[in-house]
């Protein structure tokens, strides 16, 4: 893809990142439609397998990428280059609240945020971390959220 189509089509590194992230929310919806989850702990696992997956094997060059994004982000607004899948795990989240799987006493999307910081915060660590299990910390970060938010 030529310089000024890729910015026509995605404007900047971060934007090219939130269309990689979209089509990672896409596979994560599918996951669940294709499997559907029991409960909050098994839909969590579905977006968990997900994110692994993507970002599995990545090129030195799309590793690059999510390094730079990740150091000029905003930090206001830390889930910009990922909306749709705040969005899946917000659904989700309000889901297990609503059937009292998820302690009610933080706002929905709050508990959202967080779960989505500990299916994601594994993939830029392992980015900048050599010989990590990012699946394995990935599993133990989601519990570690799971455990304080299930009753």
Do not use: C
């Not at 089509?9 to 669940?32: H, M, P, S, V, W």
């Not at 990428?65 to 910009?80: F, G, I, K, R, W």
């Not at 971390?129 to 799971?146: I, K, N, P, Q």
């Amino acid at each position: 893809m030529g310089r000024a189509t890729y910015f026509r089509a995605f404007g900047t590194k971060a934007g090219l990142l939130r269309e990689y992230n979209r089509r990672l929310a896409i596979d994560a919806r599918r996951r669940l439609g294709e499997s559907p989850p029991r409960n909050i702990r098994e839909a969590l696992e579905h977006v968990r397998q997900a994110i692994v997956a993507a970002w599995a094997d990545p090129s030195p060059a799309h590793a690059g990428m999510l390094a730079e994004v990740l150091a000029t982000m905003p930090s206001a607004n830390p889930h910009a280059v990922h909306p749709e899948l705040l969005q899946l795990v917000t659904e989700l989240v309000r889901g297990g609240v609503d059937t009292g799987e998820i302690r009610g006493d933080l706002p929905v999307d709050l508990a959202a945020e967080l779960a989505v910081i500990s299916l994601s915060v594994p993939i830029g660590y392992s980015m900048s971390h050599e010989g990590v299990d990012t699946d394995y910390l990935s599993r133990t970060l989601l519990g570690v959220w799971l455990d304080g938010a299930v009753r």
